[in-house]
T-cell receptor, first 113, second 113 residues
Framework: SQQGEEDPQALSIQEGENATMNCSYK?????LQWYRQNSGRGLVHLIL?????REKHSGRLRVTLDTSKKSSSLLITASRAADTASYFC?????????????FGQGTELSVKP | DAGVTQSPTHLIKTRGQQVTLRCSPK?????VSWYQQALGQGPQFIFQ???????QRGNFPDRFSGHQFPNYSSELNVNALLLGDSALYLC????????????FGDGTRLSIL
């Protein structure tokens, strides 16, 4: 079963604009991760945020986590056509050994040049 | 530094047949996880291997089995194939432990006729 749910399911923006994707989940977690998937390819890890962290940055990416609302957001600033991909949040509920990721259904981002 | 490699890239089988998919983890990683991704969906966790043993398992029937070898590479076996087994099968490797990101291969596209 899917733990996370992304919102929106699809997002279309112009190059240079910011893109915000949201993720909600149902149970307590150890960490939440965001991945990107280009069509027909594997997933690329973007950011991991631990349950005791509230915000994390990596280049043009900003992730927030609100454990009281069981939600996270991914912000991509100054988007580029190369950012066109599907974005997934994944939660890890295992505290000792990690690895069993529960993915949402993803947000399909289209960035038009 | 080679990333996660999977073989074959594509595979076509018929109902009732058996299939074996292979995965070589990223150099230095000791843990391999397998995921099934149906078209338009997020990946679903099948199982995880560490030290040649299945450590965690998702909600998949016993028709799905696996193996990890001493060199950390892994195989996923599916018996008695069903039409619904058509999907992208993704292998991910990581270091065992909490808060470790997973590195994915590009997957094997399995089509069942």
């Amino acid at each position: 079963s899917q733990q996370g749910e992304e919102d929106p399911q699809a997002l279309s923006i112009q190059e240079g604009e910011n893109a915000t994707m949201n993720c909600s989940y149902k149970t307590s977690i150890n960490n939440l991760q965001w991945y990107r998937q280009n069509s027909g390819r594997g997933l690329v890890h973007l950011i991991l945020i631990r349950s005791n962290e509230r915000e994390k940055h990596s280049g043009r990416l900003r992730v927030t986590l609100d454990t009281s609302k069981k939600s996270s957001s991914l912000l991509i600033t100054a988007s580029r056509a190369a950012d066109t991909a599907s974005y997934f949040c994944a939660t890890d509920r295992t505290y000792n050994q990690g690895g069993k990721l529960i993915f949402g259904q993803g947000t399909e981002l289209s960035v038009k040049p | 530094d080679a990333g996660v490699t999977q073989s074959p890239t594509h595979l076509i089988k018929t109902r009732g047949q058996q299939v074996t998919l292979r995965c070589s983890p990223k150099s230095g990683h000791d843990t391999v996880s397998w995921y099934q991704q149906a078209l338009g969906q997020g990946p679903q966790f099948i199982f995880q291997y560490y030290e040649e043993e299945e450590r965690q398992r998702g909600n998949f029937p016993d028709r799905f089995s696996g193996h990890q070898f001493p060199n950390y590479s892994s195989e996923l076996n599916v018996n008695a194939l069903l039409l619904g087994d058509s999907a992208l099968y993704l292998c991910a490797s990581s270091l065992l432990g909490s808060n470790q990101p997973q590195h994915f291969g590009d997957g094997t596209r399995l089509s069942i006729l």
